[in-house]
């Protein structure tokens, strides 16, 4: 038998899972791939992450983990800091509210739901990005961005989906 | 466990509610914050940036390995498959080369002749450190690459970058292990170059496309596909004569240019000493 102290520990660190895997996602999109242009349209795993877990464990996706992943990605890619920490904030506080609509219901329920949220929180950060410089940005790329991930978000959530036990539903 | 966990939950619960309401709009007010600071080019937003960066380029080297190795089996593959064709063609830029090195060598001696009777002290750039790339981003507003080099390692802001086959860009961001190079084809970059043979002077500006505009061109300039550009020298950042890329194209007003470096392929980099600051880059450790 573990101490008590040990345990809260164990909790405490598998509460952290979700945002060690958001910081990790950053990571890979940043990856030097060599692939012509896939830096422009890489999957918003970041966003996937946040969308995953405020779901299905809001508690350990708090909105402090949701601005730590998106100013990683800010400092990462060299765009706007803050930008994305912001966008991330907003989508995680709307996907909380919105999270009985979702909660329990078949995946293809949960895809659409990332489909929106993903739609919503990319040309978000597309729009606020072409105020922020004073132009407008390719859309193009902005839309391959958003069909990829939406494409690939089946995978991810069937990978976190095995660590859904590990983290501790908080409430 | 669970005994434990929900004495833990019990306690915290009556403060976790408002903490995280507030956590909400305060951090809201922070990302605000970062957006208008950054903006207004503030120190603490770019060193925020940089000590980020520098956590993280342990963690990409690290997982660049495996990627590097793929992407050495596919050069490797595609080069085995082209070999008969790349061997000709070698033996062809060879024969053409050797030519042009008699040359070279003839034009080398009348240089060095003609600088030593005008006292000329050469300016040759030399590079201050070669890197690897261990992150490119894009998304669709940002054009620029990580390199695992730093402050540490004698890199400062400026500094123009270049691979093997021309000029990228320059150093935008120093931490003390990495730094960002913002490339060519970014929005915000503006490099001074000559369009070669008529020496015309530009601004090559990026627009986030593949291929940079030439902007500030003469008016009375003719501008053809085909034509070197090179950078300019002027304002002190770009060492001058560097190759930049070549113009393809000319419609109106708008000349395009096709980069000499391949940019979503690159793999080291060598970072120049900016005229002038070379010698307080090299002092310090």
């Not at chain 1, 008590?4 to 791939?33: E, F, H, K, N, T």
């Not at chain 2, 090179?230 to 930049?244: A, K, Y």
């Given at each position: 038998m573990r101490s008590g102290v040990m345990q809260q520990i164990d909790a405490g660190s598998r509460q952290m899972i979700p945002l060690a895997l958001g910081l990790g996602g950053v990571l890979v999109m940043c990856m030097p791939y060599g692939l012509p242009h896939l830096a422009r349209v890489m999957p918003a795993l970041g966003l996937m992450t946040v969308y995953y877990w405020a779901i299905r464990r809001p508690a350990a996706m708090p909105p402090v983990a949701a601005f730590v992943i998106g100013l990683w990605q800010d400092a990462l890619t060299g765009g706007p800091l803050g930008l994305m920490a912001l966008i991330f904030l907003l989508l995680r506080g709307f996907i909380v509210t919105q999270r009985p609509v979702f909660v329990g219901k078949a995946f293809l329920v949960d895809w659409w739901g990332l489909a929106l949220v993903s739609s919503a929180g990319l040309a978000g950060g597309w729009a606020l990005a072409g105020v922020y410089f004073g132009t407008v940005f390719e859309i193009r790329d902005l839309i391959v961005q958003i069909l990829l991930t939406v494409a690939l978000y089946p995978v991810l959530a069937?990978?976190?989906h095995h660590l859904l036990r590990a983290v501790p539903d908080g409430n | 466990m669970k005994s434990a966990h929900s004495r833990l939950n019990r306690l915290s619960a009556p403060f976790r509610g408002p903490l995280q309401r507030y956590s909400f709009?305060?951090?809201?007010?922070?990302?605000?914050?970062?957006?208008?600071?950054?903006?207004?080019?503030?120190?603490v937003v770019a060193q925020v940036r940089a000590n980020l960066?520098?956590?993280?380029t342990p963690l990409l080297e690290a997982l660049s390995h495996p990627i590097r190795l793929a992407r050495a089996l596919g050069e490797e593959a595609s080069h085995l498959f082209f070999l008969y064709r790349e061997n000709e063609r070698l033996r062809e830029d060879n024969r053409r080369l050797l030519k042009w090195q008699a040359i070279a060598r003839r034009l080398e001696q009348d240089n060095r002749h003609y600088q030593a009777l005008l006292k000329v002290t050469p300016e040759g750039?030399?590079?201050v450190v070669t890197a690897r790339v261990i992150g490119e981003f894009g998304g669709?507003?940002?054009?620029?690459i990580l390199l695992n080099a730093g402050t540490r390692d004698g890199v400062r802001k400026g500094q123009p970058a270049f691979s093997g086959d021309g000029v990228v860009g320059r150093v935008v961001g120093v931490g003390r292990l990495s730094s960002r190079v913002l490339l060519l084809t970014d929005l915000n970059s503006r490099v001074p170059v000559s369009v070669e043979a008529r020496g015309y002077h530009a601004i090559l500006a990026g627009d986030n496309t593949d291929y940079p505009r030439?902007?500030?061109l003469p008016v009375a300039a003719v501008v053809e596909p085909g034509q070197r550009v090179v950078t300019s020298g002027i304002g002190g950042v770009f060492p001058p004569g560097l190759p930049v890329g070549k113009v393809v194209s000319v419609f109106?007003?708008?000349?395009?240019?096709?980069?000499?470096?391949?940019?979503d392929r690159l793999e080291y980099i060598r970072l120049f000493a900016v005229p002038g600051v070379a010698a307080t880059a090299r002092a310090v450790p």
């Amino acid at each position: 038998m573990r101490s008590g102290v040990m345990q809260q520990i164990d909790a405490g660190s598998r509460q952290m899972i979700p945002l060690a895997l958001g910081l990790g996602g950053v990571l890979v999109m940043c990856m030097p791939y060599g692939l012509p242009h896939l830096a422009r349209v890489m999957p918003a795993l970041g966003l996937m992450t946040v969308y995953y877990w405020a779901i299905r464990r809001p508690a350990a996706m708090p909105p402090v983990a949701a601005f730590v992943i998106g100013l990683w990605q800010d400092a990462l890619t060299g765009g706007p800091l803050g930008l994305m920490a912001l966008i991330f904030l907003l989508l995680r506080g709307f996907i909380v509210t919105q999270r009985p609509v979702f909660v329990g219901k078949a995946f293809l329920v949960d895809w659409w739901g990332l489909a929106l949220v993903s739609s919503a929180g990319l040309a978000g950060g597309w729009a606020l990005a072409g105020v922020y410089f004073g132009t407008v940005f390719e859309i193009r790329d902005l839309i391959v961005q958003i069909l990829l991930t939406v494409a690939l978000y089946p995978v991810l959530a069937r990978l976190f989906h095995h660590l859904l036990r590990a983290v501790p539903d908080g409430n | 466990m669970k005994s434990a966990h929900s004495r833990l939950n019990r306690l915290s619960a009556p403060f976790r509610g408002p903490l995280q309401r507030y956590s909400f709009f305060v951090l809201i007010v922070v990302a605000l914050g970062l957006l208008v600071f950054g903006k207004a080019q503030t120190p603490v937003v770019a060193q925020v940036r940089a000590n980020l960066s520098d956590v993280a380029t342990p963690l990409l080297e690290a997982l660049s390995h495996p990627i590097r190795l793929a992407r050495a089996l596919g050069e490797e593959a595609s080069h085995l498959f082209f070999l008969y064709r790349e061997n000709e063609r070698l033996r062809e830029d060879n024969r053409r080369l050797l030519k042009w090195q008699a040359i070279a060598r003839r034009l080398e001696q009348d240089n060095r002749h003609y600088q030593a009777l005008l006292k000329v002290t050469p300016e040759g750039a030399k590079p201050v450190v070669t890197a690897r790339v261990i992150g490119e981003f894009g998304g669709s507003f940002a054009r620029s690459i990580l390199l695992n080099a730093g402050t540490r390692d004698g890199v400062r802001k400026g500094q123009p970058a270049f691979s093997g086959d021309g000029v990228v860009g320059r150093v935008v961001g120093v931490g003390r292990l990495s730094s960002r190079v913002l490339l060519l084809t970014d929005l915000n970059s503006r490099v001074p170059v000559s369009v070669e043979a008529r020496g015309y002077h530009a601004i090559l500006a990026g627009d986030n496309t593949d291929y940079p505009r030439l902007t500030f061109l003469p008016v009375a300039a003719v501008v053809e596909p085909g034509q070197r550009v090179v950078t300019s020298g002027i304002g002190g950042v770009f060492p001058p004569g560097l190759p930049v890329g070549k113009v393809v194209s000319v419609f109106r007003d708008k000349v395009r240019v096709k980069l000499m470096s391949d940019l979503d392929r690159l793999e080291y980099i060598r970072l120049f000493a900016v005229p002038g600051v070379a010698a307080t880059a090299r002092a310090v450790p």
